[in-house]
């Protein structure tokens, strides 16, 4: 039952956060102990800060991340990259705990908390500030044939029916190999690109040989020459399409698309019920591929709460601004 009485636990050792995702069963991968390490592994400014809130029987887990922001201060952010955070437990919590979980965190040296929420999932404590965004998500719970007859665009089955009497090659490769191949055409994608999408390319050596039922980084070669490739993450209800590359010399053959529909065919396999394309950070041209698999446009929000001090120096630089 909901409580007023609400504690934190920290620190939260990987036991304690795996056996959390086991009891409530949905959760992004982004959510895991798994995402957290190699973000904190890769950036030294970032630091695991993962708690637990106990209020009545309830417990929920936020996995959080530090991010210095200069001597002393740090912000904490669920999760960091435009990925999903939020509390994960049995019951969403009200408004009233929510309010007190986010009053313990904030703190003079921890002045703000900023948290992603899963698409779909609610959030109703009032924050200072939110950013509205969106993502593509399709459901794969009445299997990959109902998927392709009715969710996949008529021109979209042409394409990849195409591509498949040129006899394209689609496979996982975690290895050292795969990964440069897919660093390379990242770079390459990278030089025609414009909006946030990019991230650097050697956070990628983070999920050299990763467990295929967590991580499959996807690639499409064509008569030998890698031409296309994916990054997929899994829990155990989702795959998550993170991030794609492609070589355009080779665009008349469609293997973007080929290569998504095998990963929607495997995700199905696996017994994920959807698919998230993620975000297309407003890039039209991104948005119009993903359409064309017949997602669902769901919206979802960062939500920044900022402790009192630092809300009311904020809101005297405003006052002496004008």
Not at 80 to 106: A, H, M, Q
Not at 151 to 175: G, M, Q, Y
Not at 258 to 264: D, N
Not at 308 to 322: D, E, H, Y
Request: aromatic share 14%; net charge negative.
């Amino acid at each position: 039952m909901p409580s007023s009485h609400c504690e934190v636990i920290r620190p939260v050792s990987e036991a304690e956060w795996l056996t959390h995702l086991h009891e409530v069963g949905v959760y992004s991968f982004f959510q895991t102990p798994a995402w957290c390490n190699a973000l904190c592994c890769y950036n030294p400014t970032f630091w695991n800060e993962t708690v637990i809130f106990e209020s009545g029987d309830s417990r929920f887990l936020l996995p959080l991340v530090s991010v210095q922001k200069g001597p002393g201060i740090a912000s904490l952010e669920s999760m960091p990259w435009g990925t999903y955070g939020g509390w994960i437990g049995s019951r969403i919590p009200t408004d009233e705990e929510e309010c007190s979980f986010i009053g313990l965190l904030l703190a003079v040296t921890r002045p703000q908390v900023s948290i992603i929420s899963r698409p779909g999932v609610p959030f109703p404590a009032r924050p200072e500030r939110i950013r509205e965004m969106e993502t593509h998500i399709l459901d794969l719970s009445q299997g990959f044939e109902h998927v392709w007859e009715h969710r996949f665009a008529a021109r979209n089955r042409t394409k990849i029916r195409n591509a498949a009497r040129h006899e394209l090659e689609v496979f996982i490769d975690n290895s050292v190999a795969g990964i440069e191949a897919y660093k390379g055409l990242y770079r390459l994608s990278m030089e025609r690109w414009t909006g946030d999408l990019a991230f650097d390319p050697d956070f990628l050596d983070q999920w050299i040989d990763a467990p295929p039922e967590q991580v499959s980084l996807w690639l499409c070669k064509f008569q030998g020459e890698i031409v296309a490739g994916a990054l997929l993450f899994y829990s155990p209800t989702e795959a998550h399409y993170w991030s794609g590359a492609s070589n355009l010399e080779f665009s008349r053959f469609h293997a973007n698309n080929f290569l998504v529909s095998r990963t929607i065919e495997d995700a199905v396999r696996r017994g994920c019920r959807t698919y998230n394309f993620g975000s297309s950070a407003g890039l039209e041209g991104v948005i119009q591929f993903k359409e064309q698999f017949g997602p669902e446009r769901v919206p979802y929000r960062n939500s920044v709460f900022m402790h009192s001090l630092w809300r009311a120096v904020r809101s005297l630089k405003t006052w002496l601004g004008k």
